[in-house]
């Protein structure tokens, strides 16, 4: 392919080259310049969303940094009043132009003459955002933005003492793959007594969220905050009712496969009963895998297998590292989980994550690898519209990545055969990861069509719905409190709502695109690269369809990918 990375752009031709934003009044005279712009042409309607481009994206770089500083110290007071210097200041006077920009754009006479590639879709969400703009709901966004940062501040801290050595709960998860049972056993519950240590905060905080989100919706009005989340975030593509057919194919077509590894797993460790502590080790008494010691190794190796797989997508991740755009260790005082961060104005993202050494950790890379590939193609796009991509595309380009990079895993690992363990252990995980998100969505639905519910409603519907998607094979004798708690480990219910089902999604988008890739590699490749290209200047099944692929997640499609899927596992178990 001949595709090479273009240089990080920072120019400006609205902003001054030396701009730089300390507060709100600051970069206030802009935006009222911007507000003030005359359209007279189709020309000046262009030049228009140009420039109202290039502020936002500047804007939006500046609170990606704050963002992204304080989650890698979430305990540095500074960087935490800094960050939410721009939520309670600058983003809600910010906010307050926005519906105006809209309808401004909207409403030109000209709009009709803006026919190149990209801007229907544009005009489609600046409709919407018109549709469901309120102006008292812009103090509740601030409260919420607020709220949502008190869950990376209250499980950023967690840490657990092992033998005399305190770990992050991601660096002590790693030592659930341990052959010893006992240790297994002991640090699962060190584990989950610190996530139940802040049950009742995270219950409470839950409870603030849901309700300000149903507020939000009723003032928009919605009869729920489900409701005004489609429409927020733009799924034209799919309804409510597709997702309820999705838990339904998933609960038909998985459950069944659940209960087959889980007894599987059951006789291979000789035991009587299948403990969730059981779940992460090898089956066969082997060692834990340990694709990378470090951070910066597991850099080094994932920049290889890029490589490896293409020179460009190697060459992504290497502009990236010169940037210095990574922070991978976990550590105590950072956020949990992992990120893609976007960085628009200057274009080259950054990658987030807490890495333990742990097979699930390279994966991670992987995935926020394709992310990150996913911003460089699309970084020189026009307008930061056509760069902000739905979530059932940015996941289809991460999930993709982790599958396609297969081939090349012998470069973690030092035999082929632990590079196969890794293999059939991540294809056996997506087949955990479809009932999961099955279980977060439809959870979700349920929170938000009930908003009064009680806390005991809460649980007793989290482990219905839990149990639906579940193997019935796994013993959680004496763990009813963790199990009717695990949902709040999920950082989505708290950060993101409803930014979950994209994930199953895309997640058959990608095995789509990697059965594609095994019968053709370099044609699936191109046209993986392709469709990602496009950013969000067509709808989403156009950018299926660039791929190779269809939009699509009815039972028979989840059932035909199901059979691949097996398919690959038993060929990679009898190769063994």
């Known amino acids: 392919m001949n595709r090479t990375i273009s240089p990080q752009q920072t120019s400006r031709q609205f902003l001054p080259s030396d701009f730089s934003l300390s507060t709100w009044e600051s970069v206030k005279p802009y935006f009222d310049e911007l507000s003030e712009v005359a359209i007279h042409s189709a020309t000046d309607l262009r030049a228009f969303c140009g ?10 770089e ?50 009709d003459e803006l026919t190149e590639t990209g801007f229907s879709i544009m005009f ?14 812009i103090p509740l966004f601030t409260e919420l933005q607020n709220l949502q940062t008190q869950y990376g501040n209250l499980t950023g801290g967690l840490m657990v003492n092992i033998d005399g050595e305190e770990k992050t709960l991601q660096q002590a998860s790693a030592l659930l793959e341990s052959t010893d049972r006992s240790l297994r056993e002991k640090v699962y519950f060190l584990m989950t007594s610190q996530r139940l240590s802040l049950k009742k905060e995270l219950n409470e905080l839950f409870n603030e969220l849901i309700q300000r989100r149903h507020q939000v919706a009723q003032q928009s009005g919605f009869a729920n905050f489900r409701d005004y989340s489609f429409a927020s975030l733009g799924r034209f593509d799919y309804s409510p009712a597709d997702c309820f057919e999705f838990h339904d194919a998933v609960a038909t077509t998985l459950a069944p496969i659940l209960n087959d590894l889980a007894s599987k797993r059951k006789a291979a ?25 470090t951070g910066q190794e597991l850099l080094e190796k994932t920049i290889q297998v890029f490589t490896n797989l293409d020179p460009f997508l190697g060459d992504c991740l290497k502009e990236m590292v010169t940037l210095d755009r990574f922070d991978l260790d976990s550590r105590k005082g950072k956020n949990p989980g992992g990120y893609n961060y976007p960085l628009e104005e200057t274009g080259f993202p950054f990658i987030f994550m807490n890495a333990a050494g742990q097979v699930r950790d390279m994966v991670t890379l992987l995935h926020e690898g394709g992310h990150a590939v996913h911003s460089i193609l699309t970084k020189d796009l026009p307008l930061n519209t056509f760069r902000n991509f739905p979530s059932e595309v940015a996941e289809l380009a991460s999930m993709s990545m982790e599958l396609i990079t297969m081939d090349e895993w012998d470069s973690y690992f030092g035999n082929p055969e632990e590079a196969k363990r890794a293999k059939i252990k991540h294809l056996e995980d997506i087949l955990e990861t479809l009932p999961w998100v099955a279980t977060i969505d439809a959870f979700q639905h349920w929170i938000y069509e009930n908003p009064a519910h009680s806390l005991a409603e809460r649980e007793a519907q989290w482990l219905e719905i839990l149990n639906r998607f579940s193997d019935h094979i796994t013993d959680w004798a004496g763990l009813e409190e963790i199990k009717g708690h695990i949902w709040q480990k999920q950082l989505h219910l708290f950060e993101v709502p409803f930014y979950y089902i994209e994930y199953a999604i895309a997640q058959l988008g990608a095995l789509a695109v990697w059965r594609n890739y095994c019968e053709n590699p370099t044609q699936a490749l191109q046209q993986y690269l392709d469709a990602l290209s496009l950013g969000y200047t067509v709808p989403i099944r156009e950018i ?13 499609y989840i059932a035909e990918l199901m059979d691949f899927l097996m398919e690959k596992i038993k060929k990679l178990e009898t190769n063994s």
């Open 51 to 60: 420039q109202r481009s290039e502020l936002e994206s500047y804007l939006s």
């Open 544 to 556: 299926y369809a660039k791929a190779g692929i269809e939009f699509n997640f009815s039972q028979g």
């Open 124 to 137: 489609r969400g600046l409709k919407k955002a018109i549709e469901i703009f309120r102006e008292e709901n």
């Open 62 to 111: 500046n609170f990606a940094w704050r963002y992204i500083k304080m989650s890698c110290d979430n305990q540095n007071e500074d960087l935490q009043a800094h960050y939410s210097q721009f939520v309670n200041d600058i983003m809600p006077a910010a906010s307050m132009y926005e519906d105006v920009w809209n309808k401004k754009v909207m409403d030109s006479p000209y709009v």
């Open 269 to 293: 460790l000789g035991l009587d009963q299948l403990r969730p502590w059981d779940k992460a080790v090898d089956p066969h008494g082997r060692k834990p895998l340990k694709p990378f010691e």
